[in-house]
């Protein structure tokens, strides 16, 4: 459960840099954007291994860059659902991709769990 909680709250930081950097990506408050965490670590976890099986193919033949484009499609889908959260459109949205794709990558190196 502490992990969950630390990942989201990375997950929380890349989303409020996103917002920072990203024209286009907004919160409304600071509620939102921990809601938009929590969500996103959901739709990461339930909708996303779906996602990404349907899109082998072009992830294939992309050589793993239509990732990014799944990675947006389930934040776009967090601000979907999520009322307070806000992302205009497929650019500002793989920008967001990014962002939230290396602070979650930071915080998994930095919660690194030497039992592997």
Known sequence: MARFI?????AAIGLWLAAELAP????SDYGSL??????LGVVNAIVRPVAVLLTL???ILTLGLFLLVVNAAMIGLV???LRGFT????????????????TSYIGHMALKDDRR
């Open 57 to 59: 193919p072009f992830t």
């Open 24 to 27: 286009g990506v907004s919160f």
């Open 34 to 39: 921990a809601a938009a965490a929590v969500l």
């Open 87 to 102: 992302v205009d459109g497929l650019g500002p949205g793989l920008l967001a991709a990014i962002i939230t794709g290396v």
């Open 79 to 81: 601000a979907l659902f």
């Open 6 to 10: 630390l990942r989201a709250v990375f």
